[in-house]
């Protein structure tokens, strides 16, 4: 198992940028795919970005294409999430996940895929 822990949300303005840090430990491997995802009250989770551990082959959601960056420190076992041009609707719990396998697929994207989840860390967008 991964043990997962993030931090660094927090209430910011619209266009605001904000970087999310998800310390990990336990059974990393090459194989491992580190995943942030985000929840809404009454929605599940949804994929916003995704970083092979070994190679660092991204894949990114729509709404994150373009302003958020994934990126991860090998050598410090951390994962990133830096995001840009913050909107209100980026407002969530967000949540960093690992799972395992080679290629970034439609899988990836899934959160039921991960077997390991950190506790989540608040951002909150305000107009």
């Known amino acids: 198992q991964v043990q997962l822990v993030e931090s660094g949300g927090g209430l910011v303005q619209t266009g605001d940028s904000l970087r999310l840090s998800c310390a990990s430990s336990g059974r990393i491997h090459v194989t491992t795919v580190m995943g942030w995802f985000r929840r809404t009250p009454g929605k599940e989770r949804e994929f916003v970005a995704a970083?092979?551990?070994?190679?660092?082959?991204?894949m990114y959601s729509d709404s994150a294409k373009g302003r958020f960056t994934i990126s991860r420190d090998n050598a410090k076992n951390m994962v990133y999430l830096e995001m840009n041009s913050l909107k209100t609707d980026d407002t969530a719990v967000y949540y960093c996940?690992?799972?395992?396998?080679?290629?970034?697929?439609?899988?990836?994207?899934?959160?039921?895929?991960?077997?390991?989840w950190g506790q989540g860390t608040q951002v909150t967008v305000s107009s």
């Open positions: 970083v092979t551990w070994s190679g660092g082959n991204t």
């Open positions: 996940g690992a799972t395992t396998g080679r290629l970034l697929n439609i899988a990836t994207k899934m959160w039921r895929t991960y077997h390991s």
